[in-house]
């Protein structure tokens, strides 16, 4: 079967456009996925090692946040495990979008035409164009929807130059809740790489994409914010039959990078259901198989995915308190309810934890410390590269000068103490953050409290 290849339309825009050895030996695959009429023309499976592992049953779902599904269509119609959030829309021109991105996550093996990168997955579908276009605030209804629904995955595959702030605390919202938000980079890769939206915001698994040769798809957009890539370019997909009689097309764009990663990231939780999103995070893009320059680099992150060394790779400590950038995101008055407990209170006065920063996934990290009446805090790191800076009880934002930095700036030791003079106790703010050349790094945070003489 022969499929047309749809061009990269780029709203907000919709952003369509390996055990090497071991894995080679014996390829396991989903079962009769072989037998699926498009299954020669997924070139991609093999190369994010989709071919080399059996999916599990249904178990952490993935959310479409999209235009709408089309549950009509033969992969969906008797699909199990299939939700539908919200009222799907199909009448718009690009609604066929969130059919083509939901296929490449969990087309079923069903024998009728393609397979998916997790088929047995939980799929839920919420439908954030009901007029036609993506919506901002069906966008960040979708995403609080699914936050509410549980711990998931998240797939988003649209973007814009703007950010927006309805979309940004969302996902603040949805990674606190415990999900794993999965982006795409966008496709302005031939038109100088412009910062997209949500790609360029911290706590988001952002996914470029590469071609048939393994190397970054030209159209693909390069930024510090790339976490890692998948196949992106004529990737057979279901289409409405509205909109081709076939009922399949190849598509390219960033689009369909996303939902293979997504896809993926929801079958490893669901192999590994101990990790926390923010484990899950690590592991998705750390065991990302390196490709260009080695290390990080704009154009695919880590690397490429690669489903079984996710699997097989160690789980890193949990990321405590995310997200936790800016004292609103901690407070008990700020974006949240409640806030963040306080890592030291009257009762408890010392604490140590271990933690990671990353300059743009997770730029800051701030605590809440409780300090006693005519008494003092001091807060200590060490193991990192990073800067401590100390901000005062009332303090709304790490905008505001700090009441105490840490002397000597940027070394693996670090340390600041906040005095109280008066005679109630009150809270302070501890902020970790990278210091200026330094990346990403861990680091272990201690807090102590003496006791008044």
């Not at 069906?138 to 936050?147: D, E, K, L, N, R």
Request: aromatic letters at 6%.
């Amino acid at each position: 079967m022969n499929l047309p290849r749809r061009a990269l339309p780029f709203v907000l825009v919709l952003l369509a456009l390996v055990a090497p050895a071991a894995a080679e030996a014996a390829r396991t695959d989903a079962p009769g996925a072989a037998q699926e009429p498009l299954a020669p023309q997924e070139w991609w499976r093999s190369p994010v090692g989709a071919d080399a592992v059996v999916p599990p049953g249904a178990g952490k779902p993935v959310t479409v946040i999209d235009s709408g599904l089309d549950i009509t269509h033969e992969e969906f119609r008797s699909r199990p495990d299939t939700t539908l959030m919200n009222t799907q829309t199909l009448f718009g021109i690009d609604d066929d979008h969130g059919t083509e991105v939901a296929s490449v996550v969990a087309a079923p093996v069903n024998h009728l035409g393609l397979v998916g990168v997790y088929p047995q997955a939980a799929l839920r579908s919420w439908d954030a164009s009901p007029f036609g276009v993506i919506s901002a605030t069906a966008a960040a209804q979708g995403i609080v929807a699914a936050a509410n629904a549980g711990p998931g995955v998240i797939n988003m595959s649209f973007g814009g130059p703007e950010p927006d702030p309805r979309v940004e605390r969302a996902i603040l919202y949805a990674v606190r809740r415990g999900s794993l938000v999965v982006v795409s980079a966008g496709n302005e890769g031939l038109a100088g790489n412009p910062l997209s939206y949500p790609a360029s915001y911290p706590h988001v698994l952002t996914v470029s994409a590469t071609d048939q040769t393994g190397i970054t798809a030209v159209f693909s957009s390069q930024s510090r914010y790339v976490d890692l890539a998948a196949p992106g370019s004529r990737i057979p997909v279901a289409e409405p039959v509205e909109d081709d009689p076939s009922g399949y097309i190849r598509a390219s764009g960033t689009s369909f990078s996303a939902p293979m990663v997504a896809g993926a990231a929801a079958l490893v939780w669901t192999a590994r259901p101990d990790l926390d999103n923010t484990q899950l995070f690590e592991v998705m893009r750390m065991s990302a198989r390196d490709v260009g320059p080695p290390g990080h680099d704009l154009a695919t992150g880590f690397g490429v995915l690669d489903i079984p060394a996710a699997l097989a790779f160690p789980a890193p400590p949990p990321d405590p308190s995310e997200p936790n950038d800016d004292v609103d995101e901690v407070s008990p008055t700020g974006l949240f309810a409640g806030g963040q407990p306080a890592i030291t209170t009257p009762a408890n006065r010392s604490a140590t934890l271990l933690a990671r920063v990353d300059r743009y996934e997770d730029p800051h990290d701030v605590y809440r410390v409780f300090v006693p009446p005519h008494g003092s805090s001091t807060a200590r790191t060490e193991g990192g590269a990073v800067d401590l800076r100390i901000y005062p009880a009332g303090a709304r934002s790490i905008s505001v000068r700090p009441v105490a930095i840490s002397a000597h700036r940027g070394q693996p030791f670090e340390a600041a103490t906040v005095r109280n003079r008066t005679a109630r106790g009150f809270y302070a703010y501890v902020e970790i953050r990278p210091e200026p050349v330094t990346a990403r790094t861990s680091y272990t945070l201690r807090v102590t409290t003496p006791a008044r003489p």
